[in-house]
């Protein structure tokens, strides 16, 4: 039998599934089972797959992944590619030529806003 966490965040969530592949398949159909006949919502097709830990997965602007750390297997958390990819068009949109009448104080003050979220 299979053992599952489930991590959620609003109406986003994660199940964590230590089994075999149709075990976790299993487990994926049942959840999409009581998100539409119980609950009434249509699970997203483009962000519901299964994969292993150690390939990673993104979540929330997160890339999780488990990797090796002193003879150990640990759980790595860092910003995705495409939340690090978005945060950087906001940031070159703000310092274009037309932001160089700004105080630096001024801009650093908007900059700094896009950078905390």
């Known amino acids: 039998m299979a053992t599952y966490r489930l991590i959620r965040y609003a109406d986003d969530f994660v199940i964590l599934v230590r089994g075999a592949r149709e075990q976790t398949e299993a487990v994926r159909d049942e959840a999409s ?29 997160h890339r999780i992944r488990r990797g090796a750390w002193r003879k150990s297997k640990v759980a790595f958390t860092y910003s995705s590619k495409r ?7 906001k940031v070159k949109n703000l310092t274009t030529r037309a932001t160089t009448d700004l105080s630096l104080k001024t801009l650093l ?8 979220g």
């Open 83 to 89: 939340s690090v990819e978005a945060i950087k068009y």
């Open 109 to 116: 003050l908007r900059v700094n806003s896009v950078l905390r």
């Open 33 to 61: 089972r009581v998100l539409r006949d119980e609950l009434e919502m249509e699970p997203s097709e483009e962000q519901t797959f299964v994969t292993h830990v150690d390939e990673g997965f993104d979540f929330l602007g």
